[in-house]
């Protein structure tokens, strides 16, 4: 084990097996809520510097997962190890370098958001008392709250409220940034903000985990992903690899969409109608079969294009029938699941 040392203080650096950092992992990870069973053996892995998404449908766990990480839940199984630290042991070193955004963070109505956002940096232990002033202007300026700094928080709407969530995420130097659904009653210009903030954050080499339900937000951001299904892990590794697992398409434009169809069709080739074109399988069969049959038939193809299979195609998929899954495949298992 190495040592980083980041803002001051030194913490282990955990690696996986095959030697890339880690800064979240869980291993056997299970909460059971008075007979609900909320997660079950998750073993999660964010590797250091990637910006993971976690995904899931309703009730599949992503928020219980992201509770146990941050020790807001207490798991009835299962191992945490933050930022190379079993959790909850030296939470106290750990925790400081982990911002977060979880529902609900207890702020007070009656204070306004920089108030608010003062005591909470009063109690950050990588902020010397000269720092506070300018961390909650930072922070409220990075979310676009410094107009609305000194409104009392009872009075801002819930997308203020979010990006105060965020703001006190980001009050000090952090090396994980976990966000539990960070556009929740965000307008189209919030989602966008939090877009740049994870980009930047990103850039800057920070860890990030942020569950969310938009897919097109987490296929924009992310460089990883995680699916949840029914509190299983049902894929988890490169967004880039789930991509991949997907069946890949060709899209051909022609003239004659119908006619085209009914070509690939007889010869076996599985093929639909679409409104951009003739969507065809290339499970079985290559582009350039498909092209020559179409041309032998007389069929005019004025274009052919190859297309990955898109995150709400390989969501579907992950997501469609869990009850069929034997453990808990990686990506490069993730056929089982069709
Ligand atoms: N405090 C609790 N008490 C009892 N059951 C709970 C509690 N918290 C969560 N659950 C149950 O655990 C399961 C997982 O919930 P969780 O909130 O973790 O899912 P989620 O993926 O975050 O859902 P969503 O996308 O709707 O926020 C659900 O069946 C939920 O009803």
């Not at 960070?182 to 942020?210: F, K, S, Y």
């Amino acid at each position: 084990m190495t040592t980083a040392r980041i803002a001051g203080a030194a913490v282990p650096e955990a690696r996986n097996g095959s030697g890339a950092a880690v800064a979240a992992r869980t291993r056997g990870l299970r909460k059971v809520y008075r007979g609900t069973v909320a997660v079950d053996g998750v073993d999660l892995e964010v590797p250091e510097g990637a910006v993971v998404g976690m995904l899931g449908p309703n009730g599949s766990g992503k928020t219980t997962t992201i509770r146990m990480l941050l020790g807001l839940v207490q798991p009835t199984e299962g191992e945490i190890e933050l930022l190379g630290v079993p959790m909850p042991d030296a939470a106290d070193r750990v925790l400081p370098q982990v911002g977060a955004l979880v529902e609900g963070p207890g702020f007070h109505p009656f204070l306004s958001g920089w108030e608010n956002l003062q005591r909470l940096a009063a109690a950050e232990p990588l902020l010397a008392g000269r720092e506070l002033d300018g961390a909650v202007s930072t922070a409220l300026e990075r979310v676009g709250l410094a107009g609305a700094a000194r409104r009392k928080y009872r009075a801002y709407s819930l997308g203020m409220k979010q990006r105060l969530g965020l703001a006190s995420a980001l009050l000090a130097p952090r090396r994980l940034i976990v966000l539990d659904e960070p556009t929740n009653g965000l307008d189209p210009a919030g989602t966008q903000e939090v877009r740049r903030i994870i980009a930047e954050l990103h850039a800057q080499g920070v860890t990030v985990l942020v569950s969310s339900h938009l897919l097109a937000e987490v296929e924009a951001t992310c460089t990883h992903v995680v699916v949840l299904n029914q509190g299983v892990v049902v894929a988890q590794g490169a967004l880039d690899d789930l991509l991949e697992s997907g069946s890949p398409t060709l899209l051909v434009t022609t003239p004659d969409g119908a006619s085209a169809v009914d070509v690939l069709r007889d010869h076996r080739i599985p093929a639909r109608l679409a409104p951009d074109g003739v969507r065809v399988d290339l499970t079985t069969t290559t582009p350039a079969t498909v092209i020559e049959t179409l041309v032998r038939a007389g069929t005019r193809v004025d274009e052919a294009r190859r297309e990955r299979a898109g995150l709400e195609e390989a969501f579907a998929r992950l997501t469609h029938d869990v009850g069929e899954l034997v453990g808990e495949p990686d990506l490069e298992d993730a056929e089982a699941v069709r």
